[in-house]
């Protein structure tokens, strides 16, 4: 998970194109070109703007850069955070801790990043992709059996907007 998604450069995503394009492939192939989700795209495109919030980006950033917050505690509660600064050339190191929090309050032990890959072909395949060699499938093909997954999955009442109980995360410069 964090190589295939927390090391990716700005210059690795093309909000106009809507793609992520994978430089470093475990394939023969070498690079492999991803099509996005209209909301990955609002969500890649929301984390540019908090990240220009603290100065210009530039290529070379990491798409899921470091941002530094500022706890304030109470004892050893903490009662309320906010982001006070950002290094675009560290990556987001916590991934695997956010991971364990996000099955624990979801009830799902011993479920696996990767297990998402595995659903998510299910479901493709249950909405009518052709996954014969869906990894080499045309990309506009395979940007349709994506939109087509979003919308199954959010009328089945999982829409990835939906309250989590998360608090937004405040990214104005202090």
């Known amino acids: 998970m964090q190589c295939a ?16 394009t994978i430089r470093k492939s475990k394939t023969a192939a070498g690079e492999r070109i991803v099509p996005l989700t209209d909301v990955t795209v609002s969500v890649l495109a929301r984390l540019r703007r908090s990240a220009e919030a603290f100065g210009p980006v530039e290529p070379v950033h990491d798409v899921f850069a470091a941002f530094v917050p500022k706890f304030t505690f109470s004892g050893k509660r903490v009662i309320d955070y906010n982001v006070t600064g950002f290094d675009p050339t560290r990556h987001l190191n916590s991934w695997r801790s956010a991971w364990r929090t996000l099955t624990k309050k979801a009830r799902l032990p011993g479920f696996r990043f990767h297990d998402l890959r595995h659903c998510a072909i299910t479901q493709l395949a249950e909405n009518g992709a ?45």
């Open 130 to 174: 052709l996954l014969e060699r869906y990894s080499h499938e045309r990309m506009e093909a395979k940007r349709t059996a994506m939109e087509a997954l979003a919308v199954s999955t959010k009328a089945a009442g999982y829409d990835t907007n939906h309250d989590t109980n998360a608090r937004p995360v405040s990214t104005r410069p202090v």
């Open 5 to 20: 998604l927390g090391c990716r450069n700005v210059s690795d995503v093309d909000l106009f194109a809507k793609t992520l």
